[in-house]
């Protein structure tokens, strides 16, 4: 009976040192898929972030990609209505420079006087055509600065219509004029201009030939 009960309690300390063992094995390999795991989410965050940071980068870079098309589809539009309006105004200054040559011998006052007025009214407008041109490229390169002035913005929009005369006279559009006081405003003149010249431009764009346009 004796040598049962060792043998029993031989045999219950090999099962509690295998049961001891086998906690201590369970405990390590729990731990480990603990530190697995929470280096797995880790790493899906991160990958998270990482495809959210992509996704923002491919965001942007479309925005400025569309903000770039655009520009470029505006600057395309300014650079055709500017270079013809200056090729009419040239052409202008040349004809008339040499309808000017031509009357020196005959001494007509009045109608040299006409070509000189012809002549100095292009050079105003061409002029006004580069100021235009340098306002737009301050405007798309955010260089351009506010200084508020008074304007007589009556005076600006006729200076404006006078630019797209041309234009307005290949369509056969009538533009008329409709103010009933005489009226001011307090803004930067450059920006006005821009603003004014985009509202007659596309005026004349959108009217149908032989139209008519009221300011």
Same mark, same amino acid.
């Given at each position: 009976?004796?040598?049962?009960?060792?043998?029993?309690?031989?045999?219950?300390?090999?099962?509690?040192?295998?049961?001891?063992?086998?906690?201590?094995?369970?405990?390590?390999?729990?731990?480990?898929?603990?530190?697995k795991?929470?280096?797995?989410?880790?790493a899906?965050?991160?990958?998270?972030?990482?495809?959210?940071?992509?996704?923002?980068?491919?965001?942007?870079?479309?925005?400025?990609?569309?903000?770039?098309?655009?520009?470029?589809?505006?600057?395309?539009? /300014?650079f055709? +209505?500017? $270079?013809?309006?200056? &090729?009419?105004?040239?052409?202008?200054?040349?004809? =008339?420079?040499? %309808? @000017?040559?031509?009357?020196?011998?005959?001494?007509?006052d009045?109608?040299?006087?006409?070509?000189?007025?012809?002549?100095?009214?292009?050079?105003?407008?061409?002029?006004? /055509?580069?100021? +235009?041109? $340098?306002?737009?490229? &301050?405007?798309?390169s955010?260089?351009i600065?506010? =200084?508020?002035? %008074? @304007?007589?913005?009556?005076?600006?929009?006729?200076?404006?219509?006078?630019?797209?005369?041309?234009?307005?006279?290949?369509?056969?559009?009538?533009?008329?004029?409709?103010?009933?006081?005489?009226?001011?405003?307090?803004?930067? &003149?450059?920006?006005?201009?821009?603003?004014l010249?985009n509202?007659? %431009?596309?005026?004349?764009?959108?009217?149908?030939?032989?139209?008519?346009?009221?300011?």
């Amino acid at each position: 009976f004796f040598c049962l009960i060792i043998v029993l309690l031989i045999l219950y300390s090999i099962y509690y040192i295998r049961l001891r063992v086998f906690e201590k094995q369970n405990d390590h390999l729990s731990l480990l898929v603990s530190e697995k795991t929470h280096d797995l989410l880790d790493a899906n965050e991160e990958l998270l972030q990482q495809n959210t940071a992509i996704a923002e980068k491919e965001l942007l870079l479309q925005i400025r990609n569309d903000e770039l098309q655009n520009s470029n589809i505006t600057k395309d539009k /300014l650079f055709t +209505l500017i $270079s013809h309006d200056l &090729k009419t105004h040239f052409t202008g200054i040349k004809e =008339n420079a040499g %309808n @000017l040559n031509k009357t020196k011998a005959q001494k007509n006052d009045n109608e040299r006087q006409g070509y000189i007025d012809s002549i100095y009214s292009s050079s105003k407008k061409i002029n006004a /055509l580069i100021d +235009l041109f $340098s306002q737009w490229s &301050k405007s798309q390169s955010k260089a351009i600065q506010c =200084n508020p002035e %008074n @304007l007589d913005v009556e005076t600006m929009i006729r200076e404006t219509i006078s630019l797209f005369y041309n234009a307005a006279l290949a369509k056969q559009i009538d533009i008329q004029l409709s103010f009933e006081q005489q009226f001011s405003a307090f803004a930067d &003149k450059e920006m006005i201009t821009v603003v004014l010249h985009n509202v007659i %431009n596309n005026a004349i764009k959108f009217t149908e030939k032989q139209g008519s346009i009221t300011v």
